[in-house]
Structure formats: C-alpha cells, structure tokens
C-alpha cells in the first residue's frame, strides 16, 4: 500500500514537472513574439514617419520658386537685338516658295501638244509617219457583197455529196466484232450431260409436256392406284400386335 502510494506521487510529480516546462515553454513563446511584434510596430511608425516627411517636403518644394537667371533676371541695355543664326533656327512655321499647279495649267497641260487651228495634217501622224500606212492591223472596208442567211446555208452543207454521188464502203470488218470459232470444240462431255446445256435447258428428272395429269377425276385415280400398290400399313399393324400378345 505504502509502495503505491509513492508510485502514485512521483508519478503525478512528473506530470507536474512536464505541465510546469510546457508552460514555461509557451511562455518564452509568447513572450519572444511580442516583442517581435512590437519591434515591427515600432518599424511601421517609423516608416510612416518617413514617408509623412518626405510626403511635407515634397508640397513645400513643388510651391516655392527657386531663383532663376531666364525668369528672373531682366535683359540689360544692348541685349535685345539678338543673333541672326537664332532667329533663323527657332523652331516656326516656312512659308514654301514652290509653284504648284493649278486647274488651269493641268488643263493646259492636257492639250499642250494639240496643234493649232488650220496647222492639221490628216495625212501625217505626230511622228511623221503616214495613215495610210501606219499600221497593217487598221480597219479596211471591203468592197464585197455581204452574205446572207442563204449563202451561209449552202457553205455550211457544201461538204455533203449530192444525192447518187455517195460512195458506200463496207466497213463492218473494221469497225464490228471479230467473230473467231473456239480452238477446243470437244472438251470431253457427254452428249446428254447437264454441263453441256444451260440452267435454262437442263434436263430434268420431272413429266414431260404431255404427262401432266390436269383432270381432277382422273388424279384421284393415279392416287388411288398408288396408294393400292403401297403396303397397308395399318393391318400388318394390327396383325403384328396380335401375334405378339398370342405369342405371350
């Protein structure tokens, strides 16, 4: 009993002492960031004081006027007349001398090389060469009669022969199908083999033309005919079973 409750205090002395350093650790914490952030608080008011300052001087130097020999200080006697090279590059407008044309002289100009009245020569172009035979590719006015719809016509069917005057060729071997025979007639069929004939003409196993039986009465007959040949199942049926059962 005794043992436990030793074993129960330092136990909860050593909880203690962890609580009492975590304490002391986040108080250092605290205590180191407050003084950061008081430092920094401390840096912001000083730049504000800075830029405030800066913000005073700024105004008071844009309102002063700072003494100025062009402003200030008057042209004495004998400095008025200035240079003759100043004058001549101040930055101003040039008044041009150049003679530009006008409606009149671009009119002018369009028919200066026009000749006077009565100094025309029909004859002779500008460069000395003649109408007559400035160029071969001119206009001529021919001296034929025109053609009508008529000559036109005939022209048009000239080419054709007239009727009795046509010249038949036979052209059937030069333009038509050469038809050649097969080199292998025989190719070893039968005479009567399907192969020989087309699908169409086959020989059949089925009546012929005439042995269709078309009267009703008499396909009854055939039928009965037919069905007499055959075995009558029903009694060797019947005569089986009762053998087997006399049998037993």
């Not at 409750?5 to 960031?33: A, F, T, W």
Request: net charge positive; proline share 6%; aromatic share 6%.
């Amino acid at each position: 009993q005794h043992l436990h409750l030793m074993d129960v205090r330092e136990q909860k002395g050593r909880i203690d002492r962890v609580e009492s350093h975590r304490r002391s650790e986040l108080r250092e914490y605290l205590e180191s960031n407050s003084e950061r952030i008081e430092t920094l608080l401390a840096l912001k008011d000083q730049l504000l004081d800075q830029r405030r300052g800066r913000n005073t001087r700024a105004e008071a130097a844009k309102n002063s006027r700072q003494p100025s020999l062009k402003r200030d200080c008057l042209p004495g006697p004998g400095q008025y007349e200035a240079p003759r090279s100043t004058l001549k590059d101040g930055p101003s407008m040039k008044i041009s001398k150049a003679k530009v044309p006008g409606m009149f002289e671009e009119a002018m100009k369009g028919t200066s090389r026009n000749p006077a009245p009565g100094s025309y020569e029909t004859a002779v172009l500008p460069n000395g060469d003649r109408v007559d035979k400035a160029s071969l590719s001119g206009v001529k006015f021919r001296s034929r009669d025109r053609d009508t719809y008529l000559d036109v016509a005939v022209k048009e069917k000239d080419h054709i022969p007239a009727p009795g005057l046509y010249e038949t060729k036979s052209q059937l071997s030069q333009r038509g199908t050469e038809m050649r025979r097969e080199r292998v007639s025989d190719l070893g069929r039968e005479k009567h083999e399907k192969k020989q004939f087309p699908a169409w003409a086959t020989v059949s196993e089925g009546p012929g033309p005439a042995d269709y039986c078309v009267d009703s009465y008499m396909r009854k007959e055939v039928f009965r005919r037919a069905q007499s040949t055959l075995p009558r199942l029903t009694r060797d049926m019947i005569g089986s079973t009762s053998f087997a059962q006399l049998a037993a």
